[in-house]
Nanobody, 119 residues
Framework: QVQLVESGGGLVQPGGSLNLSCAAS????????MGWYRQAPGKQRELVAT????????NYEDSVKGRFTISRDNAKKMVYLQMNSLKPEDTAVYYC????????????WGQGTQVTVSS
């Protein structure tokens, strides 16, 4: 089993910044893809950013490109999401995800952290 715990959410004004952290523990697969997803009220959960085990491949949802940066520290079992130039439309619950590609694909989720962008 894998446990994921997010932190760093909060209330920020438009144009501000937040840095989300996700601490992983348990039986972490050697090969995995970690990512951040978000879900706004009344909307489906959507991908924000993903990063492969070595960081060699990173993907961002179009609306956050150039504003958000995902990174990971495998030694510390951490993944981060630096969010700059925040907009009200970034308001959502942000979830940390660990995807195990094999032997059987499986997704682990954190409980989420609220990010509210408002003046």
């Amino acid at each position: 089993q894998v446990q994921l715990v997010e932190s760093g959410g909060g209330l920020v004004q438009p144009g501000g910044s937040l840095n989300l952290s996700c601490a992983a523990s348990g039986s972490i697969p050697r090969i995995n893809i970690m990512g951040w997803y978000r879900q706004a009220p009344g909307k489906q959960r959507e991908l924000v950013a993903t990063i492969t085990t070595t960081g060699s491949s990173i993907n961002y949802e179009d609306s956050v490109k150039g504003r958000f940066t995902i990174s990971r520290d495998n030694a510390k079992k951490m993944v981060y999401l630096q969010m700059n130039s925040l907009k009200p439309e970034d308001t959502a619950v942000y979830y940390c995800n660990l995807h195990r590609p094999y032997p059987i694909p499986y997704n682990y989720w954190g409980q989420g952290t609220q990010v509210t962008v408002s003046s």
